[in-house]
Structures are given as C-alpha cells and as structure tokens.
C-alpha cells in the first residue's frame, strides 16, 4: 500500500512540475516587472492612476446593511455611506463594470462581508468592478473611505476562537 501511495505521490509531482513549466516564461530581466518600453503583465487590467481617474456621479446611496440576497448592477454608480455589513445568510452581488465609491465625509464607510455571507463580484478588463473615494478628481488618497472588509470563519495560528476587526467595535459582526 506505501508503494502504491508513494507512487501516486511521485506521478503527481511529474504531473505538477510539468504544469509549471509550460506556464512559466524565461525573462531576461529580474522582479515582476520588465524595464521599459517592454509592455507590462499587468496592462489592461490595472489601472495605476485612479486618483485621476473620472469615475460617474453616484445615484445610490447604500446605508444600511444587506440582510437579503442583493445584486448591484453596472447601470448604478453606488454611494456607502458608514460601516455596511453583508450579513451572515445573504450574497452580495456585482455586476462587472458596477462603481462603488466610500464615502469620505463619512470616515468609517466601508463594506463588512460577515462570517457566513458572501460576496460575488467578478470584473473583467473592459469591465472591471472599481471600487474608490467619492472624492473629485485630483483629490482622491488613502484613507478616504474604510475599504473592503471580507471577513473568514477559519481556524486562527494561535489558541484564539477569534477575533475582532481592529479599529471597529468588538461586535459580533467584526469578528474573524
């Protein structure tokens, strides 16, 4: 039976490092990134200006938490506006090109995906789902809006149960 096991072990090793090779593409430089004018891996998915970039006028505001199974759609620029939780039960989801800006006259807008919620979002390179300050062009920097908070039910790396979002109150909800 070890011999079996160890067998099986060793074809998926081959089988593994085979896959490896034809996805990996020798370079002649070092890093991530190759030096100019080479195009970058990351064109057409990752926008490297956002601060000046125009977003739409939003025309919904979402300020209080999602309790049912709820869809934001493309057609909507949407407005958070203080802590919003996705509550444990129901699904948030995004349409591909959807805009979602934090509100910064509202310091702790942000989005709280809850333990035993979840959140299905999945943008595209010619639709991504942007997610940003309500803050005009030019204006915009960190820690205008909370951001996106997922939060998990996994076993922690120390003899804790949980624990708590840092900087939020110790609720239920800010658990992880």
Excluded: C, H
């Excluded at 699904?91 to 702790?108: Q, W, Y």
């Excluded at 979002?121 to 942007?130: F, K, N, Q, R």
């Amino acid at each position: 039976m070890k011999k079996i096991l160890l067998g099986l072990v060793l074809l998926l090793a081959v089988i593994s490092s085979n896959a490896q090779v034809q996805f990996l593409k020798p370079v002649t430089y070092r890093g991530a990134f190759a030096p100019a004018p080479t195009a970058q891996w990351t064109d057409g998915w990752a926008n490297w200006d956002p601060k000046n970039t125009v977003y739409p006028s939003t025309n919904v505001t979402v300020n209080s938490n999602i309790t049912t199974n709820t869809r934001w759609t493309k057609n909507n620029t949407y407005l958070l506006s203080g802590i919003i939780y996705v509550k444990s039960g129901a699904t948030l989801t995004i349409e591909a090109g959807t805009v979602i800006r934090g509100d910064a006259n509202v310091p702790t807008s942000s989005l709280v995906v809850t333990r035993g919620s979840k959140i299905y979002a999945v943008g595209t390179s010619s639709e991504p789902i942007v997610f940003t300050s309500n803050k005009a062009v030019g204006s915009r920097g960190l820690g205008d809006w909370g951001g996106i908070i997922i939060l998990g039910n996994a076993n922690l790396n120390d003899a804790s149960d949980f624990k708590y979002i840092e900087g939020l109150t110790q609720v239920d909800d800010n658990k992880y």
